[in-house]
Each structure stands twice: as structure tokens, then as C-alpha cells.
């Protein structure tokens, strides 16, 4: 593994269903992120979290939870699906949160939900 | 809220220079990035800018002027490979990076 990996590739996925997006880095950063990507709208924050253990809410946190049990992974779970949710999901990693670190991005995780 | 806007689209001939403006009112600014994104792949950092002035990286350079809440992105010597989105972000705080919703560019022969 280099970098930031997501799995899966791309999912449909039928409403009120539940869903985990995984997302895992190796680069030892302290802080991670999740945003999603609409048409017109460009990226917004969903949730982020600064180091194992602690997370926090974004811009559009409704409808998602995320979990930092260590370094590497932090998945986003759907509990229950809806069709607003449809959309590309990106995660971001950084070596902090302050300052001028750069956010690393995974390829994406392509969502529809019918 | 946030506002971030930058055109949706430019169109530029391969060997000229396209400048890609970003106008900008957050409730904190701690920092501006461009970040490249081609299509149907992840966005890839560019550059960053948190003082006044010019930022040169090779063939892009990026622009900032805090008191007018503005930026630009320049691409020099446009190739074929730079038909990408370009998109413009503000650290408003120590964890919010937002985001406009990018400006395509197209490079034709």
C-alpha cells in the first residue's frame, strides 16, 4: 500500500440500507477526512478527525458517523441510506490539522443509492 | 457561511497561459491551496499560499491578496496533460478546508 486506499471502487446501494466506506493510510498521518463530491458544488466536509481516538463534524454531517479506533483507518458508515446520499466520497489524510499541511486524497469511492 | 468563486470553465490553446481567478469571503482564512483534479480521479495538491504575493512552482504560479480575498492560479506553457479541473480551497480554521466548485480547463491543439 502507498498512500491513501478506499474501498469499494464504486457501490449501488438501495435506500435504508447500511453501508461502511473504508478508507485506510499509510503515511502515519495524525489527521483524516471525509468529504463528498456533487456536480457544482465541489468538495465539502463531512467529518474529520485530528488523531486516533477523537473525531469531529464538518460541513454535512447528517446521516453519517465515522469511527478513529488507530492511525490507519477511518471508515464512514451510512446507518441508513438515502437517495441525497448518492455521490463521490473522497478521504483525505494530512500530517495535522493546522497550518499549511496538504491534504493527500484516496481515489474515491463512487455511491449511488436507488 | 462560505462563498468561493472561480468560473466554471476556460478553454486555452496548447503553449499559451490561462489564469484562473478565485474571489473568496470566509468566516476565518488560515491559508489558500489549488488543487488539481482530472477527471474521475482524486484532486492533487498544487500549491499554497498564506502571505501576499507570488508563489512560482515550475509552470504554475498562484496568487494571493488577502485584502481583496482574491487568488489566482496561473498555467504557463499549457500542455495537452493540464485539461483538468482546478479547484480553489480556503483553510478557514484549523480542520476546515472549503472548497470552490472548480474551474475546468480544456487545452486544445
Not at chain 2, 7 to 34: D, H, K, R
Not at chain 2, 91 to 109: I, P, Q
Request: neutral net charge; contains cysteine.
Amino acid at each position: 500500500i502507498a498512500g491513501i486506499t478506499q474501498a469499494p471502487t464504486s457501490q449501488i446501494l438501495a435506500a435504508g440500507r447500511r453501508m461502511t466506506l473504508r478508507c485506510t493510510q499509510d503515511m502515519r498521518h495524525n489527521a483524516m477526512y471525509w468529504y463528498r463530491q456533487d456536480l457544482g458544488l465541489g468538495l465539502r466536509l463531512i467529518h474529520y478527525s485530528n488523531t486516533a481516538g477523537t473525531t469531529g463534524k464538518g460541513e454535512v454531517p447528517d446521516g453519517y458517523s465515522v469511527s478513529r479506533a488507530n492511525t490507519d483507518d477511518f471508515p464512514l458508515t451510512l446507518a441508513s441510506a438515502v437517495p441525497s446520499q448518492t455521490s463521490v466520497y473522497f478521504c483525505a489524510s494530512s500530517e495535522g490539522l493546522a497550518g499549511s499541511y496538504e491534504q493527500f486524497f484516496g481515489p474515491g469511492t463512487r455511491l449511488t443509492v436507488l | 457561511g462560505q462563498n468561493i468563486d472561480q468560473p466554471t470553465e476556460m478553454t486555452a490553446t496548447e503553449g499559451a497561459i490561462v489564469q484562473i481567478n478565485c474571489t473568496y469571503q470566509t468566516s476565518g482564512f488560515n491559508g489558500l491551496f489549488w488543487y488539481q483534479q482530472h477527471a474521475g480521479e482524486a484532486p492533487t495538491f498544487l500549491s499554497y499560499n498564506v502571505l501576499d504575493g507570488l508563489e512560482e512552482k515550475g509552470r504554475f504560479s498562484s496568487f494571493l491578496s488577502r485584502s481583496k480575498g482574491y487568488s489566482y492560479l496561473l498555467l504557463k506553457e499549457l500542455q495537452m496533460k493540464d485539461s483538468a479541473s482546478y479547484l480553489c480551497a480556503v483553510k478557514e480554521n484549523d480542520y476546515k478546508l472549503s472548497f470552490g466548485a472548480g474551474t475546468t480547463v480544456t487545452v486544445r491543439a
